[in-house]
Structure formats: structure tokens, C-alpha cells
């Protein structure tokens, strides 16, 4: 093949690509490889022993700590990196033939991530995506966001897995807080001896207050100055007379879900209400 795709899901033409970097198929997604000889250059799908040769380390580590963790639970069916014909994909563990369990430790685009939810709901299975490697980190980032997923015990919910340090860490409950949308969290590790026990963990639940202006949020209000915020202050004068940082100076902000892509403040103020793109939480969303 002579085109391919980048890990940010451009097109890129197999004249223009560079080796050792990391491409994708532009139909099924899967990795594929730079071949570059003398007579020409193209792109061809991996094989077994390049998957071996090529998954990174600590991939492969997560993989076999999570194997041996489910192992130890009553199922029927445990399997590793088993190809699905029909949507094309090999989801790093397939549970019972109806949960296939990701561990995603490679920067994904939004874009690959939604159409491999969406392969796994058409044959009618779920997936469950636990981060790791490029995405670990002591909080949760706006690149997280896309990956969250929601349970009546949890709330919006992440998970991720150190590999190296054996540590699964569940962050439940996950709101944003304040007008501008700060990431709230609450957090639970487990240590790989106690991987299994998040299937019984039940967290209690904190009340969470609403947090109040004060003059530095105000401050931080008045020096919003990019574009839309100058567009919406603007419009929110003309119609109401009123500067926008006077009519929220006594105003607090309850926590709200984790889902939308303006901040409070906008929205109180007239922005319209945009979600995120978040896959995992489409059927949330619609009901």
C-alpha cells in the first residue's frame, strides 16, 4: 500500500514517510509497516513476529499482569490478542468472548479510538480501556477525557494501569468543578495482588460543595481574553448591560458532569452547551 496513516490520523503518502515512526492502515486501522528497499518504498501490514518484535515492553508487561489477575477468576474464556475477522480488530484480552479489554499505552486520535468502540458495539461487545505508558499520570488531563466511561458505583470513571510499579489505579467520581472546568477526581490504587478486588469496590460517596467566586476566579475571568470569550463578553454586555465578571462575582458553581467542551462560565452566560467527544459514553448521553 502506498498511503498510510500517522498516530495523529493523517494521511500520509509512503514517499513522504519516515522510519521509525509509527503508521496505521487506512482501512482497518491496524499497525502497519515502512518497507524501504532499493527499488521502492511501501506499506505492509504487521505480522506476528513483528508484533513481537515491535510491542513495546511495558505493553507487554500490563498485558500478562492483567491476564494473570482474571485468571484467577471464575471464567469461561480467557484469551490474548485474538483477531475478530469481522470488525478487523485483536483486542489485547478477549474475556468470555463478550468484553474485550484494551490497554492502551500508545497516544490514540480520537478519530481510531471512536471507530474501535464503535467495531467492538457492532458484534455486540463491550470494551473496557485501561491507559498506560504515554498517558500515565498523578491526575487527571484533558487528554484523559476521551477515555472516560461511567457506573452507577463509580460515577465517570478512568483507569490506569503502571505497569512497572504493578499499581491499577481507579479515578471515580470525576466532575468538573468551578467556572473553568477544573478536574475533579477521587482515587482508589490497587496493588497487583489486589487487582481483582475493584470488582467489589464499592467507594463511599462525598458530597462535593459548590465553589463561590472570589477575586482571584474574577481576575482570572477578566484576563479571558482569546477569542470566543471576547465574542461572548461582548454579546452578554449588549444584551444585558451588565460585564460579565460583574454578574457572576456573587455566583458559585456547582460540579457538573465531566462531558462538556466550554467551560461554566460560558455556558451560565449563553454559551451553547457542546459535549466532548468521549465514545465510551454515548449511550450516557442519550438517555
Not at 522510519?19 to 486501522?29: A, G, P, S
Not at 461572548?232 to 462538556?260: A, C, G, N
Request: aromatic share 14%.
Amino acid at each position: 500500500m502506498y498511503a498510510a496513516l500517522n498516530k495523529k490520523g493523517t494521511l500520509v503518502y509512503v514517499k513522504d514517510a519516515l522510519e521509525n515512526q509509527i503508521y496505521y492502515c487506512c482501512r482497518c486501522k491496524d499497525k502497519v509497516k515502512l518497507i524501504a528497499t532499493a527499488a521502492r518504498k511501501y506499506f505492509r501490514h504487521l505480522n506476528q513476529k513483528d508484533n513481537e518484535v515491535n510491542e513495546r515492553p511495558v505493553h507487554k508487561l500490563g498485558k500478562s499482569l492483567l491476564f494473570s489477575s482474571l485468571q484467577k477468576l471464575p471464567l469461561k474464556k480467557l484469551e490474548l490478542e485474538v483477531y475478530l475477522p469481522k470488525i478487523k480488530q485483536r483486542p489485547d484480552i478477549l474475556v468470555d468472548r463478550q468484553i474485550a479489554l484494551e490497554y492502551q499505552c500508545a497516544k490514540i486520535n480520537i478519530k481510531v479510538l471512536a471507530e474501535r468502540i464503535a467495531g467492538y458495539r457492532s458484534i455486540g461487545m463491550t470494551s473496557y480501556w485501561i491507559l498506560g505508558d504515554d498517558y500515565l499520570a498523578a491526575s487527571i488531563r484533558h487528554e484523559h477525557l476521551k477515555f472516560i466511561d461511567f457506573n452507577e458505583k463509580w460515577g465517570f470513571y478512568i483507569l490506569m494501569l503502571d505497569a512497572k510499579r504493578g499499581h491499577l489505579s481507579l479515578f471515580h467520581h470525576i466532575k468538573f468543578l468551578g467556572p473553568f472546568n477544573k478536574i475533579y477526581f477521587e482515587l482508589k490504587v490497587f496493588s497487583k495482588e489486589e487487582f481483582n478486588q475493584i470488582f467489589d469496590f464499592q467507594p463511599q460517596y462525598y458530597q462535593i460543595e459548590a465553589q463561590a467566586m472570589n477575586l482571584y476566579l474574577i481576575e482570572k475571568l477578566r484576563r479571558k481574553n482569546d477569542s470566543r470569550s471576547q465574542k461572548l463578553k461582548m454579546t452578554f454586555y449588549q444584551q444585558h448591560q451588565l460585564t460579565v465578571e460583574d454578574y457572576l462575582s456573587k455566583r458559585s458553581f456547582p460540579p457538573i458532569k465531566p462531558i462538556y467542551e466550554y467551560p461554566a462560565w460560558q455556558m451560565v452566560c449563553g454559551q451553547t452547551k457542546k459535549t466532548l467527544s468521549q465514545p465510551l459514553l454515548n449511550y450516557v448521553k442519550e438517555k
